[in-house]
Nanobody
């Protein structure tokens, strides 16, 4: 069973920064796409950012473009999300996910991902 463990969440004031990490126990390079998703209370889970291991292409939701940066360290099997200029509307539980070998057609569509972490809370106060 693949485990994905997020860390780095917390509380920060608007304009601040946080860096999320996601350590994956997946062996080898089964997953091509890995991504970050978030879910705010009363809202559906939404895609934040995703990255393709093979092409290096990164995908971002319009709401975070220019503020968030996704990256991955293959040697450490770890995914990162650098979040700058945080806004109160970024408050949510953030989840990392991996495709587990599935073909991804829409990299920010949560339904296409197979492995999920337990989530880490991010709170941005105004």
């Amino acid at each position: 069973q693949v485990q994905m463990v997020e860390s780095g969440g917390g509380s920060v004031q608007a304009g601040g920064s946080l860096r999320l990490s996601c350590a994956s126990s997946e062996y080898g390079y089964s997953s091509n796409h890995m991504g970050w998703f978030r879910q705010a209370p009363g809202k559906e889970r939404e895609g934040v950012a995703s990255i393709s291991r093979r092409s290096g292409t990164a995908y971002y939701a319009d709401s975070v473009k220019g503020r968030f940066t996704i990256s991955r360290d293959g040697a450490k099997n770890t995914l990162y999300l650098q979040m700058n200029s945080l806004k109160p509307e970024d408050t949510a539980v953030y989840y990392c996910a991996a495709d587990g070998g599935r073909r991804i057609n829409f990299p920010l569509n949560s339904y296409e991902y197979h492995y999920w972490g337990q989530g880490t809370q991010v709170i941005v106060s105004s």
